[in-house]
């Protein structure tokens, strides 16, 4: 299952952020699986920030309403949150803490917090950090990575709890149309039956609930 039909499964509403709700990949404004127009699809309110102010004038240009121009880390609306949802966010910011002191506070008690991140054991992350050492990331704009229990660690520490996590595949995401990154995608499918899912999928998922 992609990542995105993840997400929404542990989405409650009837109010939602969607933190980089531009999404990956410049906008997918026109994507099936383009996560702000999902969630806007399934729930009556919701709420979207992006860092990208061009981004966000693009979408209210299209029509899209109830967009902010902010950081996950500078977080300040006027309203809370039955979930919070940062698709493939934190591992770009300078400060997750402060994101995470942030989203506690837009949150309703028993809010949802829906994290996901690449996962940094998958076959897909392992071997580009092999062959192309010591370049070990592909995206220059990532400033760490999480594990399970790092993720969990950190969010323990702002009060969150752990109600769901499990491994996603998240390679259509991914803007690399190289023959290279074929041929392993295809590989995936073909030994998918036998792989741990640690190491098939590419991404985790996370779900935390507000104490």
């Known amino acids: ?20 709700c531009a999404g ?9 699986d383009w996560l702000h127009g999902l969630l806007l699809k399934n729930f009556p309110q919701v709420v979207g920030i992006d860092i990208s102010a061009e981004d966000i004038n693009r979408l209210e240009n299209l029509g899209f309403q109830n ?13 809370t949150f039955n979930t919070i949802v940062a698709g493939e966010v934190i591992e770009h910011l300078s400060n997750p803490g402060v994101f995470l002191e942030k989203a506690y506070k837009h949150l309703i008690y028993d809010g949802r917090l829906i994290v996901t991140t690449p996962n940094p054991f998958s076959a897909l992350h392992i071997l580009y950090a092999f062959f192309k050492y010591p370049k070990t990331c592909s995206n220059d704009e990532h400033t760490c990575w999480f594990c399970p229990s790092t993720l969990r660690s950190l969010l323990q520490r702002f009060r969150f709890q752990e109600i769901y996590f499990d ?5 259509e995401t991914i803007n690399n149309f190289s023959w290279r990154f074929k041929i392993f995608t295809v590989l995936i499918r073909l030994l998918g039956p036998i792989l741990p899912r640690r190491l098939r999928c590419n991404a985790m998922l996370f779900v935390f609930v507000k104490n």
């Open 167 to 171: 491994y996603v595949n998240d390679y």
């Open 24 to 32: 990956q990949d410049a906008l997918k404004e026109h994507s099936k």
């Open 67 to 79: 967009l902010y121009i902010q950081s996950a880390e500078d977080l300040n609306l006027p309203s």
């Open 1 to 20: 299952m992609k990542r995105t039909n993840e997400i929404l499964q542990y989405v409650i509403g009837p109010t939602v952020l969607d933190i980089g």
